[in-house]
């Protein structure tokens, strides 16, 4: 029988352990939780909060419990290391939002040997907003987006695959601007004894948006998260996050079942405003090389998100 170290049977549990108990995986852990104290976190609060929102109506449905699932053009945003696993394609999505504005998200992969590049396109427009004076009368209407381009690019190494990212980040708001270059890291492995996939990625990591001679940090975020491939048709996933210079800790789980064309979502997420928790759901569907999701989550106590999504393999 195939064994890991010293003769000791594959089963999960063993499997567990075994890449739990790796040096490296040890360090990652300890960086997951000791981050938070060190000079990052002393800002309380962090600007480009778009970067946050995330990609895909899959894992919008899935409560964000992707980063040991993404596998497609859209791991990208969630785990650059996931992008060894996609195959050439194009996903886009579109999402209405608060005040009449609408946020966007583009992205493409391409596989190329053992590796894989691929590049994005975010854009938040937050419609048009009304000034207020001091004495808070009206002084006009003005308008804010943001916006991001990146590029990536991911390695497969066998049962790991490691990616990272660059991208440029800038935002406008009543005619003055400010732009910012991030970095993603992300590390995916998949057990031999059992269908698990873990994964790990820190996003947004970068000096920050700079307006006038104030200096917003970014939105830095861990996470790391498994995925358990129940059967062929079903997928169980959670994940936890943390917020880096926000001080928040976040929780996600997440289901999916395939009905042949039909996929049915679930999620739950909690933590990342500070409330209960939310639920989330959505529903895709698959017609030869092109996907179609659909996922509605709250916005707050406000309204309901809805995203649309369109993927095509080429």
């Known amino acids: 029988m195939a064994c890991l170290d010293g003769g000791t049977k594959k089963d999960i549990l063993n499997g567990l352990v075994y890449w739990l108990s790796r040096p490296y995986a040890f360090a990652l852990?300890?960086?997951?939780?000791?981050?938070?104290?060190?000079?990052?976190?002393?800002a309380l609060e962090s600007g480009a909060d778009f970067l946050n929102i995330g990609a895909g109506a899959r894992a919008s449905g899935l409560g964000s419990a992707y980063t040991a699932l993404a596998d497609d053009a859209n791991a990208v945003y969630y785990n650059p290391g996931g992008l060894?696993?996609?195959?050439?394609?194009?996903s886009l999505m579109h999402a209405s939002w608060a005040l009449d504005g609408g946020y966007d998200f583009a992205a493409a992969a391409l596989p190329a040997g053992p590796f894989t590049a691929a590049i994005s396109f975010t854009r938040l427009d937050h419609g048009e907003l009304e000034g207020r004076g001091a004495d808070g009368a009206g002084a006009g209407g003005f308008s804010a987006a943001d916006k991001a381009v990146?590029?990536?690019?991911?390695?497969?190494?066998?049962?790991?695959?490691?990616?990272g990212g660059?991208?440029?980040?800038?935002?406008y708001i009543a005619g003055y601007s400010a732009s910012a270059v991030a970095f993603d890291l992300?590390?995916?492995?998949?057990?031999?004894?059992?269908?698990v996939t873990l994964g790990l990625a820190a996003r947004n990591l970068g000096a920050g948006l700079k307006y006038a001679e104030r200096?917003?940090?970014?939105?830095?975020?861990?996470?790391?998260?498994a995925a358990w491939a129940v059967l062929p048709s079903v997928n169980l996933a959670a994940e936890v996050g943390r917020l880096v210079r926000d001080r928040v800790t976040t929780f996600s789980v997440g289901t999916e079942y395939a009905l042949g064309a039909l996929a049915l979502r679930g999620g739950y997420a909690a933590g990342a405003a500070g409330g209960d928790?939310?639920?989330?759901?959505?529903?895709g569907f698959k017609a030869g090389s092109m996907k179609l999701d659909y996922s509605f989550s709250p916005f707050g106590s406000l309204d309901t998100t809805r995203r649309f999504s369109l993927s095509m393999a080429f």
């Not at 060894?84 to 194009?90: D, F, G, K, N, S």
Request: charged share 15%.
């Open 29 to 42: 852990l300890a960086a997951f939780l000791l981050v938070p104290s060190t000079r990052m976190a002393r």
């Open 84 to 90: 060894a696993l996609a195959r050439r394609e194009v």
């Open 150 to 163: 990146g590029v990536a690019l991911a390695r497969n190494l066998g049962a790991f695959s490691l990616g």
């Open 166 to 171: 660059v991208k440029y980040v800038s935002s």
């Open 186 to 195: 992300g590390a995916m492995a998949r057990l031999r004894s059992a269908p």
């Open 215 to 225: 200096r917003e940090p970014l939105p830095l975020s861990l996470n790391a998260g």
């Open 277 to 283: 928790g939310a639920m989330c759901g959505g529903l």
